[in-house]
Antibody, heavy 120, light 106 residues
Framework: EVQVVESGGGLVQPGGSLRLSCAVS????????MTWVRQAPGKGLEWVAS????????SSVDSVKGRFTISRDNAENSLYLQMSSLRAEDTAVYYC?????????????WGQGTLVTVSS | DIQMTQSPSSLSASVGDRVTITCRAS??????LNWYQQKPGKAPNLLIY???TLQSGVPSRFSGSGSGADFTLTISSVQPEDSATYYC?????????FGQGTKLEI
């Protein structure tokens, strides 16, 4: 059974840092791109960042460039999102998702999400 | 970056109705368009990818079409369990942006 489980969310002050983790099982992690998507309370989905199978390619939304870093450890079947200089507008549920490529990319397995709250 | 605009933002339908949701991209793209369904408190669920390919396990009443910059999600005969918010997502550009969502009430 495919499982994707995020952790590491919590309450952090503006300007602070937090590291999210995503542990996967049930599929060969090193064969897939992975993505972080977030959802602010009562708002829509926002793509945050993606990383290639071997970590050699990364991309992120402009609003987090220079503040967030996506990474992965294929030996540990884990995905990470290092977040720094956090702002109130980063408050959201952060989802980890597997990217399947069949000529196009699609997010076919999602975790349950972890809530990040940025507030003083 | 490509901006995705969905319409309508919300709609109400009765059981058995045919429902269409549209998604317009800010530039011409290929067929790199996905649709997701999200129910309250849950993670999104992939419905359709590559514009028109139904994800395994998704009921056949869901279908997708489109080309260029205009895409549609159709539910042929809406059911009570289809009450949810629907999002389109483009994967044509590096930044895989989502539409703002369409809330469907049954």
């Amino acid at each position: 059974e495919v499982q994707v489980v995020e952790s590491g969310g919590g309450l952090v002050q503006p300007g602070g840092s937090l590291r999210l983790s995503c542990a996967v099982s049930g599929f060969t992690f090193r064969n897939y791109w992975m993505t972080w998507v977030r959802q602010a309370p009562g708002k829509g989905l926002e793509w945050v960042a993606s990383i290639k199978q071997d970590g050699s390619e990364k991309s992120s939304v402009d609003s987090v460039k220079g503040r967030f870093t996506i990474s992965r450890d294929n030996a540990e079947n884990s995905l990470y999102l290092q977040m720094s200089s956090l702002r109130a507008e980063d408050t959201a549920v952060y989802y980890c998702a597997r990217v399947t490529y069949t000529g196009t990319h699609q997010l076919d397995c999602w975790g349950q999400g972890t809530l990040v709250t940025v507030s003083s | 970056d490509i901006q995705m605009t969905q319409s309508p933002s919300s709609l109400s339908a009765s059981v058995g109705d045919r429902v269409t949701i549209t998604c317009r991209a800010s530039q011409i793209m290929s067929y790199f368009l996905n649709w997701y369904q999200q129910k309250p408190g849950k993670a999104p669920n992939l419905l359709i990818y590559a514009t028109s390919t139904l994800q395994s396990g998704v009921p056949s009443r869901f279908s997708g079409s489109g080309s260029g910059a205009d895409f549609t999600l159709t539910i042929s005969s809406v059911q009570p369990e289809d009450s949810a918010t629907y999002y389109c997502q483009q994967t044509h550009s590096t930044a895989h942006s989502f539409g703002q969502g369409t809330k469907l009430e049954i």
